[in-house]
């Protein structure tokens, strides 16, 4: 969040970088210079315009309302506790910027919802949506600094014909693929799979669009990469599409098989865009219907940008 505030030439006049005691003191090299960790506190938040929020949602729910509560600094959570409040504005400010009007709790979307939705929502737009089904091949790090080090770290314990514990994964993620990202729910889906459903809907202010997921994590260290299948009520070609997406914000239109070029996760580390491609008719749907697959970074578009976006949206609308 720090380097993208910096890229953008976020007008801060002040970083304030708050976590635990355990990590008061310490100095961080940031794009700002070399800043000094401080303890939270909600007084520390509240003497900040904007709050980014990237902590568990346990700590959110706590905290987030008491720093809110001084109405004027605004709060953008990056954890699941507010998305499904009624009167908590859940945005991608490129879909719906202005539910957030008037606001000073935002939360930051689920990073596999996000990536997904900057690829749907301008075919939504063009063709209208009726069903999405999902497949999501989900990077390591989108389980937080712990996920990354327990992949490192288990991979060359691996090669090195070792067992290295699995505490972060249900089971060992190195050479392997783990159908089971949070908690399993009755329905028989994941928390993680109802969460793409849930804010699909809450983004795109359609609770009547149908929509389906199965969230896998696999051994890379960045970026998610999905596998989507639409049904749309309008007819689609996948030339009509590409024209679409190819003038959409947010998006890059990665789609030369000939050229070996679709989206990957190594290609779409470190990029704001979410890479589409391999478009095709739906051989289920056609002719109201496509198979695309994504590669966004999770921790640009599915946390840091979209964050950073919504407080420079945020800004604009701020009275001088
Ligand atoms: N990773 C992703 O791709 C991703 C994407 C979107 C959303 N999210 C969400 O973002 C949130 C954070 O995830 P992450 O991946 O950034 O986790 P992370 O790398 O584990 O970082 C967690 C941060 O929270 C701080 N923290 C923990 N307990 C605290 C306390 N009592 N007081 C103050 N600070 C405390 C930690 O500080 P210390 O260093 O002092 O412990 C650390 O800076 C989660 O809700 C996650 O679901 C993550």
């Given at each position: ?24 003191g310490k100095?961080?090299?940031?794009a ?22 990237a ?17 004027k600094?605004v709060?953008?959570?990056n ?7 009624e ?38 737009q ?45 089971h060992?993620?190195p050479f ?23 804010e699909?809907q809450?983004?795109?202010?359609d609770k ?30 996948p ?28 290609t ?15 051989l ?25 976006l ?11």
């Amino acid at each position: 969040m720090i380097e993208v505030l910096h890229a953008r030439q976020f007008p801060l006049t002040e970083l304030v970088l708050l976590a635990s005691e355990r990590s008061a003191g310490k100095s961080m090299a940031t794009a700002y210079g070399e800043k000094q960790v401080e303890a939270f506190s909600v007084e520390r938040a509240q003497s900040c315009d904007f709050v980014l929020m990237a902590v568990s949602g346990s700590f959110s729910t706590e905290f987030s309302p008491q720093i809110t509560g001084n109405g004027k600094t605004v709060v953008i959570d990056n954890s699941s506790a507010f998305r499904y409040h009624e009167d908590v504005p859940l945005v991608v400010p490129e879909i719906n910027e202005s539910a957030m009007d008037g606001k000073l709790l935002i939360a930051n979307p689920n990073c596999t919802t996000a990536i997904a939705a900057m690829a749907l929502w301008p075919l939504h737009q063009h063709f209208k949506l009726k069903k999405i089904i999902v497949s999501t091949y989900q990077a390591a790090s989108g389980a937080g600094a712990q996920g990354m080090t327990e992949l490192e770290e288990g991979t060359r314990q691996a090669l090195e014909g070792k067992v290295f514990p699995n505490e972060v994964f249900a089971h060992p993620l190195p050479f392997n693929v783990i159908p089971h990202i949070d908690s399993f729910q009755s329905n028989g889906y994941t928390k993680e799979e109802m969460k793409v459903v849930w804010e699909t809907q809450k983004i795109f202010g359609d609770k009547s669009l149908a929509c389906s997921c199965t969230a896998v994590r696999i051994p890379t260290k960045r970026a998610h990469s999905e596998a989507i299948t639409i049904e749309t009520e309008k007819e689609v070609s996948p030339e009509a599409a590409m024209e679409v997406l190819s003038t959409a914000p947010g998006v890059q239109v990665v789609d030369n098989p000939a050229e070996k070029s679709y989206p990957m996760p190594l290609t779409a580390t470190k990029k704001y865009d979410v890479e589409v491609g391999r478009i095709r008719r739906s051989l289920v749907f056609q002719p109201c219907g496509l198979d695309l697959f994504v590669s966004g970074d999770q921790l640009l578009r599915g946390a840091a940008l979209n964050a950073v976006l919504i407080a420079e949206a945020k800004l604009l609308k701020m009275p001088r």
